[in-house]
């Protein structure tokens, strides 16, 4: 028998809000395909390291003002992320 569930993946779904409870559960310990980086997160996809950038470096995600800013835009124009105030070297 093949169950659809039509409208799931819809956000305000009790299902789907649901699963995005647990996504971090799901995802700990799993690595992401980057590809060409278009459909990877730069700071919260577990892409490079064991965990998400956000999470090696929380003091510059806070910062950050491209917190949604994906791995192909930060190839292409690495400039491009910017931060609410000066990184000092110390």
Same mark, same amino acid.
């Given at each position: 028998?093949?169950?659809?569930?039509?409208?799931?993946?819809?956000?305000?779904?009790?299902?789907?809000?649901?699963? #995005?409870?647990?996504?971090?559960?799901?995802?700990?310990?799993? %690595?992401?395909?980057?590809?060409?980086?278009? %459909?990877?997160?730069?700071?919260?996809?577990?892409?490079?390291?064991?965990?998400?950038?956000?999470?090696?470096?929380?003091?510059?995600?806070?910062?950050?003002?491209?917190?949604?800013?994906?791995?192909?835009?930060?190839?292409?124009?690495?400039?491009?992320?910017?931060?609410?105030?000066? #990184?000092?070297?110390?």
């Amino acid at each position: 028998m093949l169950i659809r569930a039509t409208g799931v993946n819809q956000p305000g779904h009790p299902i789907w809000s649901d699963l #995005l409870k647990i996504k971090d559960i799901y995802l700990q310990g799993r %690595k992401i395909i980057t590809r060409d980086g278009k %459909k990877t997160l730069f700071w919260k996809d577990t892409w490079l390291h064991d965990k998400p950038l956000c999470l090696i470096f929380p003091d510059l995600f806070k910062i950050c003002e491209q917190p949604d800013v994906t791995v192909h835009h930060m190839k292409l124009e690495p400039q491009m992320i910017t931060f609410t105030r000066w #990184l000092v070297d110390v």
